[in-house]
């Protein structure tokens, strides 16, 4: 068991730019979460799937974010069109259920200049 | 969602017990709380959650009150490696909603 791992740990790009995060949960769990942190903050849900299967979705989460957990495995996070004010750590966690806490990536912290 | 407030900053002696309030005066009734704790760059790391009932595991205690409108976690003896920001939420089902954190610093 390796935990969660979120890859790239680091994005810059520029505003306009598309940009893709990967998460790679623990192998037994079929809970994953997709959570975003802006400095000073706490994390903010983004959307969560069990499964495969994308079960709720925060109004946070506009139009230019998209998330895929094909096959129930790892995840995909896209931004199209970044903008300034996507600059945050996007923080990936899985559980088993609700009962037990997540177990959190590190992130992946997107710098948009 | 429940909303939390949490003081920003408290210092602990290395070796004594850390006591971390928090507010949660609008937890719905099925809503677990919920503590995490993140140290610089990392990602949040899970601590202990209860609902009704104080809670114990290896690394903390959690103390509900019986209104279950607010609660404090303990540490009961903190080490330098325990300085972080310690987060109280609420949850349920699947969504955790965290407030600003406090930021613990153990001292030596």
């Known amino acids: 068991d390796t935990g969660v791992s979120q890859d790239p740990r680091h994005k810059i790009t520029k505003r306009g730019q598309n940009v893709t995060f990967r998460c790679d949960p623990i192998?037994?769990?079929?809970?994953l979460y997709w959570y975003r942190q802006t400095l000073g903050q706490g994390p903010e849900f983004l959307t969560y799937f069990q499964n495969e299967a994308q079960l709720e979705k925060s109004r946070l989460l506009s139009d230019r974010f998209s998330a895929e957990r094909p096959k129930g495995s790892f995840s995909t996070l896209e931004i199209q069109r970044t903008e300034q004010g996507d600059s945050a750590m996007y923080l990936c966690?899985?559980?088993?259920?609700?009962?037990?806490?997540?177990?959190f990536g590190s992130g992946t912290r997107l710098t948009v200049v | 969602d429940a909303k939390t407030t949490q003081p920003p900053s408290m210092d602990c002696a290395e070796g004594r017990a850390a006591n971390l309030p928090c507010n949660h005066s609008t937890i719905s009734g099925n809503e677990y709380v919920y503590w995490y704790r993140q140290i610089h760059s990392q990602g949040p790391q899970y601590i202990i959650h209860?609902?009704?009932n104080n809670e114990t595991n290896e690394m903390a205690s959690l103390i509900i009150t019986e209104d279950r409108k607010s609660s404090t976690l303990i540490l009961p003896h903190a080490t330098l490696r325990d300085t972080a920001v310690y987060y109280c939420g609420g949850g349920s089902n699947y969504k955790l909603t965290f407030g600003k954190g406090t930021l613990l610093t153990v001292n030596p």
């Open positions: 209860g609902l009704k």
């Open positions: 192998s037994e769990h079929n809970r």
């Open positions: 966690a899985s559980s088993l259920s609700d009962i037990y806490g997540y177990t």
